[in-house]
């Protein structure tokens, strides 16, 4: 019990830090675009205490939700899979999307997404997942600390951050069947991708020198527009991957061979 709860507090540390650098992030990006004419930036709201409600499926899920920012819940998800309890980051503007792959995917599917939401996908959808933690060299960039909780190998964090950098689809796609994966997941809005961008784009292997080509002073550059992460987001064509659900904050495409 001691070390599940650990493990529970160490992810919710984890989330709180992904959340406050992403909405700084977002806010960044949102007053440049609509320069003045941008709406008063959503405040968190914290519950006294936790809302529970349970999802049940094959992993007996449960949300717990602890905060809200403007329309959206935000919390974590705990399920039980192969007698391990796992506790990951939860927000609701994802929850769309989360249907659509339970409902609307084969049983056996795989996701490419970045890790912080792989619990969500599991433990909601009940679809498999390259990640749901970070590298250990992720993990301390994000925390600036080695601690002791689980991680993914650098490998898988590595694949998934080139396949949304990349600027060619094809090895987005190469990617993707190395894994097995057959969707493509990229979040929009409050939380999304585009906020996280500086550590897809860092992860994936871009030298440093060239990183203010991409992102700089907390925003998207030149570069950045040709990603197949930046094409997804902004529902442009791309060979050999198909859009198959959109909503205001959740993009999904398909590999079509």
Known sequence: MQLIELKKWAYIGIAVIITVVAVVAVGVLLSQNNNNNAEPQQQWVGYANPITSDIGGKYNATLILMARLGDYNSGDIEYTRNNVTIRGYYFSAFEPALQYLKSSTPENSTV???WDYGNMIVGYSER?????????SLLKSITNTSANVKTDSEEKLQDIAKALATTDPQETISIMKKYNARYIYVANGPLGDEGKANWILTESGIPTDNLSDYWSDGKLMNKAF?????KILHEQDIPGLQPVFRDANNRIYRVTD
């Open 112 to 114: 490419l997404s970045w």
């Open 128 to 136: 498999n997942v390259i990640a749901t933690n970070p590298s250990p």
């Open 226 to 230: 040709n990603t197949v992460i930046y």
